[in-house]
């Protein structure tokens, strides 16, 4: 490796996994070079996080970076370490906001694990826009008739006013927003994702009720796809725009294999939808790419806390590494194919096919033999023993 990757460990069952892969898929093959930041939840405590603001500046310094799993703490997490000195704010979205990324799940998929819905042949992988909407607005209630009206005041005189609803009874009202930057990096990290890895993009919004806020969605992703037609023709690849209601309908349909991007809640809802008709949590993925191209890879579950518990009170678990290794092989293919090093990417096709083979073989974590086809003969192991498995097929 000539340029470092940025590695952000983490906390838990996921911190345990962490060090067994780096010391049984990674350090044995990969002449490894990272830049290490440590965010299990007491060090961000005694940084006052400030690791986690290093760790984002380190990943838009180099362009890449690998996360594990950590801990967001609420009020129980509190209790549980009475060394907290403030409730510290999720990792993920300081990341998120530093790097201004769009999130992308996918699944990982495998023969003997058929998605609920049949036709679907290949992965289908969410870009869900990460800011405002519904999870950045204001809402009341009223009790008496009376109206609502929206209204905006500009620094230079700018003035808009519009009525919401006159109302002769008990009511609730809702005032939301979203800013053209935000849309616009957005629409760029899903044309730069879809180039990367050769899918095609479907976009969906309810432009025909909301015709000024999804409309001015459907308008720029329109406007910035103008500086990428030449190259999705080159690459085979083509852009779609759809009602949402329209896209649930196609998407069930399709053979799967294209990226779908989503408004804030479109994405929030048809995320978990799309991940649960591919089987399992601990098999997706999770890539944020901001609109300069720097990209953080990490697993889409959490820390996996009642295993860990099981652990720390010496019982093995059956915990699945699959999605944090992913992460690994991602990150380190994406730094591979900045630095020119073919070497460093076949290690990362060669690590996920040993894991391939590993479960194609009947070699899995628990939670995988119940969602297995019937008639494939599967065995669970516990995590180290699986990851042995791999290893010896790496
Ligand atoms: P979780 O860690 O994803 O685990 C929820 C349950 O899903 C587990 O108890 C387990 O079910 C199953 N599961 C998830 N990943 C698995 C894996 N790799 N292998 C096997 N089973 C797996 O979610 P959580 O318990 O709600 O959250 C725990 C902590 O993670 C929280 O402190 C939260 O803040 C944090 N979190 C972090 C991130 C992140 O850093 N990106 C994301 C989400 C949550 P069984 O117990 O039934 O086996
Ligand atoms: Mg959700």
Redesign the pocket.
Known sequence: MTTPLVEMD?????RV?WAMIKDKLILPFVDLKTEYYDLGLLHRNETQDQVTVDAANATKKYGVAV????????RQ?MEEYPELTQMWK???GTIRSILDGTVFRAPICIDAIKPVVKNWEKAITIARHAYGDVYKSVDFETKEPGVCKLIFEGENGERHEAVVQKTTGPAVFQGAHNTEKSIRSFAHACFQYALATRQDLWFSTKDTIAKVYDGKFKAIFEEVFADYEAKFQEAGITYFYTLIDDAVARVIRSKGGFIWACKNYDGDVMSDMVSTAFG???MMT?VLVAPDGTTEY??????????YYKWKAGEK????????IFAWSGALRKRGELDGLTDLVAFADRLEKACFDTLNAGIM???LVGLVEPGFAAQAVD?EAFLDAIAARL
């Open positions: 983490g906390d838990e069952m996921t996994l996360k594990c799993a950590t801990i967001t703490p609420n997490r999720s990792p993920n399992s949590l601990a999770s990490e697993a889409a579950h959490g820390t996996v806390t009642k295993h678990t059956s915990t699945n590494p699959m999605a944090t974590t628990r939670d995590s």
